[in-house]
């Protein structure tokens, strides 16, 4: 490969990782053709889309596109593949563990950069599968915020003629 080809792969790289709020690093070691064809499957039904490069290529692309990535460096040997995903933080997570559960231990987790927070080692994993996306976020806050009005509502039409005639007595003891 060419300085220029690589410089080409570094820039479109660094644009990805500019394009995409979460990514996550996977050590792709082991894997055969078909193993990473089957993972790649299972991250696009995910809506995610996973990629292998060189260590040295992902650096670089990393340091063009500025932050702290010192913690993520430190994780870049072997062969290293790359989940990109625009919506959500956890849906990498997910197809990292589903993909697990008909090959045990592959692949392995480095590390992920969410909004900017980085996650580095295995151990993290499992609090990012559990980790919900924002449109998860939003729509319990709303149902949330929509229950109490619910059942004051309820309560108010379903009793009419109870309030009514409660109404009516105050009014009479009033007077």
Excluded: W
């Excluded at 690093?25 to 089957?38: L, M, P, R, Y």
């Excluded at 989940?83 to 992920?112: D, H, L, M, Q, T």
Aim: aromatic share 8%.
């Amino acid at each position: 490969m060419t300085r220029e080809e690589k410089g080409q792969i570094i820039d479109a790289l660094a644009e990805k990782f500019s394009q995409h709020n979460h990514f996550y690093i996977t050590d792709a070691s082991g894997f055969s053709v078909e193993q990473i064809n089957a993972f790649r499957r299972i991250c696009f039904n995910k809506g995610v889309e996973y990629r292998v490069y060189k260590n040295t290529l992902i650096r670089k692309a990393l340091e063009k596109r500025g932050g702290n990535y010192d913690p993520i460096y430190k994780v870049l040997h072997g062969f290293s593949g790359v989940i990109f995903s625009k919506e959500s933080g956890n849906a990498p997570a997910r197809a990292i563990k589903e993909y697990r559960k008909k090959n045990e231990g592959k692949p392995a987790f480095k590390a992920a950069s969410i909004q900017t927070d980085l996650f580095i080692g295995e151990e993290n994993l499992n609090l990012l599968n559990d980790l919900k996306s924002k449109n998860e976020l939003i729509g319990e806050i709303i149902s949330m915020l929509q229950s109490p009005a619910k059942n004051v509502l309820s309560a108010l039409l379903s009793s009419k003629q109870t309030i009514a005639g409660l109404v009516k007595t105050l009014e009479g003891r009033a007077k």
